[in-house]
């Protein structure tokens, strides 16, 4: 699965940046956006909000894997502000 989400990183699928908002939930049967396995409704999903309005969902361990990821390859905020 870690290989997965370092693969959409690199091709730009997932965002490279910290989301605005993030907040756990039970699934919905719903793709992770990480590992492309649904989320069930017995496992607990996460949702993170981005300022673009995009939202993403992942299963705990794919948010934390995603999120490892995006603080290794921190970058400057370049596309913030109004
Ligand atoms: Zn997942």
Known sequence: MDSTIERKLATGLLPRHHPVKSWAGF???????????????TEVEYEVDFAESLTLRFHVTCEQIWRALITQIAQPATSEGA
């Open 27 to 41: 699934g919905t049967g719903e793709s992770c956006d990480g590992c492309d396995q649904p989320i069930l409704a």
